[in-house]
């Protein structure tokens, strides 16, 4: 039975496995498994460095030998020059023989190039560090460039509000908002603290029945609900404090009324199209239905009428208090103001309320049953000496 590394890039979120025969491989060997799992052998730049995932420990000799189920995390490293060919490439340049290329790049890479001296590693990281400083030096002075570009403009924004810093007299075509005159800025206006050049405030889409003149009509006056209407006058705005207070303590929900006495669509039942009575919702089309009328037709059929879903009972309707109680509300506005609702469900009502407030008519006696005592009713006085004097 094969064993099983398992592995893990920090940026993944769940670990793989590698198989291998035995109990052991050494970190070379798992290196190399990884990367051909991962697609990585031609990756000549970049090495693997392994860590244990419970301790923490780095796993930095290659021959070191690893356990079978052992849980490593992977992260991606520059390549290093391998140890044994530095130490060969030493040892031939002291004995005055010429250096060996020193291969590799990666160590997990099957196929190794050679690369350049010590040397030449030196002018490659010199020309590195000078490409990198060139373009910090780059980077810094577009950001003094795009820097000093915001300030401008921002500072040309401010032409037409107020003063732009540096400048001592506005522009030639910069009009001041309050006086509509040239030559100042406008926190130089000559006109400051007058409250004839004040930003006036007109009455819009306030009643004139909400507002009351004021005698002081100086403009002196200013706060909160102070306008002018569009003929000059100065009038307060006054709160309708009563008429709040009268619908906050009334609590009723007012529904508007069609003056033809036709029921709105979202009050009408889904099935009938009539006024919906004790609304209740379906589980299948959420459609809303009278209580009443669609639980008989549930017991009948089982089945939805409206969109014919199956296995559908009226144990399964869910009241809707809110449209009941919209219902309601529309019932009472449509009584209090005496219209007539185009409705049967509403008629065939009132019609049952009318029936069971009239007392029940009883037949009239016929003359013979009028005349002839009832039974067990017990005879008068008058009644019992007449019989005795008949007798």
Not at 250 to 274: F, N, R
Request: glycine share 6%; aromatic share 4%.
């Amino acid at each position: 039975m094969a064993s099983v590394i398992h592995f893990k890039f920090r940026s993944a979120l769940a670990f793989e496995a590698v198989s291998f025969d035995g109990d052991y491989l050494s970190l070379q060997d798992l290196k190399r498994l990884i990367a051909k799992k991962k697609g990585l052998t031609k990756a000549l730049d970049i090495d693997l460095q392994l860590t244990e995932s419970n301790t923490g420990e780095e796993f930095a000799d290659e021959a070191q030998l690893i356990p079978k189920n052992t849980s490593v995390l992977v992260k991606k490293v520059n390549a290093k020059v391998q140890n044994g060919g530095l130490e060969d490439a030493k040892n031939a340049i002291g004995e005055g023989k010429s250096a060996v290329p020193v291969e590799t790049v990666s160590s997990f890479s099957e196929t190794k190039k050679p690369v350049a001296t010590n040397e030449a590693d030196d002018d490659e990281e010199e020309k590195l560090r000078q490409m990198m400083e060139q373009q910090n030096a780059d980077w810094q002075r577009q950001q003094q460039q795009r820097k000093q570009q915001h300030q401008h403009q921002h500072q040309s924004q401010r032409v037409g509000i107020g003063q732009p810093s540096g400048a001592t007299k506005p522009p030639p075509y910069y009009v001041c908002s309050r006086c509509e005159q040239g030559g100042h800025w406008k926190k130089d206006c000559p006109t400051n603290g007058d409250p004839a050049y004040d930003t006036k405030k007109y009455s819009v889409g306030i009643p004139i029945s909400r507002t009351r003149v004021l005698r002081d009509q100086s403009g002196q006056t200013s706060g909160d609900g102070i306008m002018r209407l569009p003929d000059g006058r100065l009038v307060l705005t006054v709160p309708a404090d009563e008429e709040f207070e009268r619908h906050m303590k009334s609590g009723a929900q007012e529904v508007p009324v069609p003056a033809d006495g036709s029921i709105p669509k979202e009050l009408q039942d889904a099935y009938t199209k009539d006024l919906v009575l004790d609304a209740a919702v379906l589980p299948c089309c959420q459609s809303n239905v009278g209580m009443k009328i669609m639980s008989d037709l549930l017991n009948d059929s089982g089945a939805c009428p409206i969109c014919l879903q199956p296995d559908i009972f009226p144990d399964m309707l869910k009241p809707n208090s809110k449209l009941r109680a919209s219902v309601a509300a529309f019932l009472r506005s449509a009584k209090a103001k005496g219209i007539k609702l185009q409705s049967k469900v509403v008629a065939a009502s009132e019609q049952r309320e009318e029936k069971a407030k009239t007392p029940p008519r009883t037949p009239p006696l016929k003359a013979e049953e009028a005349k002839k005592p009832a039974e067990g009713v017990p005879k008068s006085e008058k009644e019992d000496k007449k019989d005795d004097r008949d007798g």
